[in-house]
Each structure stands twice: as C-alpha cells, then as structure tokens.
C-alpha cells in the first residue's frame, strides 16, 4: 500500500519560513521522481517543485530562489523549505511521487500565509 504522508504546514507571517515533510512508504523511494504542488481557492494545482532520485531539481519561476527541495533516500523522505513566504503562497501543498507514469499523491497540508 502506496502511501505519502505530508507534515510541516500551518499559519505564518509575512516573510517567514516553513519546512514541509513528506513520508513515503510502499515505493521503491529512491527511483522515484518527488514533487511538490499546490493549489490555492480557486485556482488549478500547480506545480512547486521537483527532485529526481538522483537529486536534480526543478522549480516554478514564483519560488525560485526562496523554495528548496531536498530528499532523503535513505529516510524515504522529500521536503520543502520555503522561506520569505507571502500572502499568494497560501495554499494546500501537495506531495507527489512517479516512478515516470503516472504517480501517487498526498492528502495535502495547508500553508496560511497571513499577518
């Protein structure tokens, strides 16, 4: 049984930081391209961040250079560090895993980004 399991979110202020965590279990971790997502009210999913198993990354043009993906192949783990938040980062931030087809998603954490 597949499961992603995403912790880290909560309230914080302007210009803050936050670190998100996402727990895998029922995958073969290390093969697997992790990414992160989010979606705001009203507004489609979008794509935050990516890591390959071999550590290469990819991110939106709006979190390049306060966002940082990382993982930990031997915890199983992808995380994300944001820092300098703002108000439009506010959203469910979703983890996502594919071995190249198709994937698995998280259940999603909120991230409220408010004064």
């Known amino acids: 049984q597949v499961q992603l399991v995403e912790s880290g979110g909560g309230l914080v202020q302007p210009g803050g930081s936050l670190t998100l965590s996402c727990a895998a279990s029922g995958i073969v971790f290390g093969i697997y391209v992790m990414g992160w997502f989010r979606q705001a009210p009203g507004k489609q999913r979008e794509l935050v961040a990516t890591i390959t198993g071999g550590g290469r990354t990819n991110y939106a043009n709006s979190v390049k250079d306060r966002f940082t993906i990382s993982r930990d192949n031997a915890k199983n783990t992808v995380y994300l560090q944001m820092n300098s938040l703002k108000s439009e980062d506010t959203a469910v931030y979703y983890c996502?895993?594919?071995?190249?087809?198709?994937?698995?998603w998280g259940q999603g954490t909120q991230v409220t980004v408010s004064s």
């Open positions: 996502h895993g594919t071995p190249g087809r198709g994937g698995y």
